[in-house]
């Protein structure tokens, strides 16, 4: 939809599930509307192919299209992590097939054609991980599509972007479905739980609204980078816990909360 | 401010510190600002007395407003724990004063005059405890008040509030406060923490914003409650690994998501 509004000239063809098919053609931003099976004949054509479903569907996407690519084709994904796709593009992809990685540092906890908005990328973060032998112009064509969508491309290693985002993104995930875990076992007894929440306890478990199937995925293919994040998200619980315990939580609160103001 | 809105007729005294006078004159809605040594000639004329401040000085200030209390004189206060300040309320307060243990469910990281703001209250819980021997009269009283702020009154035991808000309040700030530090560890490597931070970082990080000061009290007062429902919450996160671990996590996920989206 964002595409559509700043490119006005490309044609856009959006190939999905046959049961999105009518909710995507009435979104209106599509010039195609197809199945995936249509990508036999729709890949030839294209300039840019953009997987823009949950990691483990990019993965068996990958296999279906790879047959249908042309020399020169540029190949990018929306996945949340980036390590396994891009092993597994490396792998299937015929040469000649330019595969950069990609992931939107945009989205919400709702899903689908319907959550659909034109502004959603606007001055946010668009990581990019081109291969190390990706032809500059490969990657270009990447980067000039992500501007045009308003977001800021940043380039990093794939195995640094899955370490980052299990931090900032996969923990907090877990924690947030940990948290109302423990709440819920809380709310057996107390039914003040449903309506005393305030604003820091819906905040924070905001996220753990999201459907299993968005994240189903994200956990399989970034197991390793969460567990080792977890483990430093406990150590880091347990000098808190520390402190709290001794009365001494004034001067890593503030040196945290200080930097925690300055995001924003 | 809210107060003001709803009964122009009543009179307001604020009482703070020397320098938020000022500030608070400017604000416009009480009718009289002064120092908390002013106590001794403003509570002898006041039917009910609001303690909104952190909680460790709501239980200086029971001292300080003892022995100038008339009989009748309806206390109540805005602290975010209720145990500990009711029994210092009992112990000081003399006999023919009527204290009830307040605590709005509303707020922001925000705090100051600034932040004020008169419809902070509207359709937000308020909780009550009031003793056992508390007269009706004294318990409606403050609830009509609630109302007028246009609160939802809810009358609690004070040990069920503090278990309960340990689980919803200050546990979630504690697990922000540790997550944002387990990020800062990283962020030494990782300058992508600036500018990749998600809406669900930031989202369950906002509490993280907090002046320690607002928290000093909290947690001073309700650290027994705080460590039992922070084990409760390492119990579930021990839970959610597992199943992370064994790729069995579709069942507890699904269970706690639909919780959390029936909370809004």
Known sequence: MALKRKRPQCSISCLDLEHHLAEIAQAGFADYVGTLSDSILRLKDSDIVILASPVETIIEHLNAIAPHL?????????????KEIMKHARSVLPSGVFFIGGHPVAGSEKSGVRAADSMLFKDRAWVLCPFSDTPP??????????????????????????????????????????????????????????????????????????????????????RGPIMAMLDKFESSLNVVKQKLHSGDLSELWAKV????????
């Open 137 to 222: 112009g490969a990657l270009l064509t990447v980067m000039d599509l992500v501007g045009d969508l308003m977001a800021v491309p940043l380039t990093i290693e794939p195995d640094e972007h899955d370490r980052v985002f299990a931090m900032i993104s996969h923990v907090p995930q877990i924690l947030a479905i940990a948290l109302v875990h423990a709440a819920l076992q809380e709310d057996v007894e107390h039914s003040l739980l449903n309506v005393a929440v305030g604003r820091g306890f819906l905040d924070l478990t905001r996220i753990a609204a999201s459907e299993f199937d968005i994240w189903k995925g994200v956990l399989d293919t970034n």
């Open 70 to 82: 042309l020399e020169n084709t540029v190949v990018t994904d929306v996945g949340s992590t980036k």
């Open 257 to 264: 909360s200080a930097r925690r103001r300055s995001m924003g």
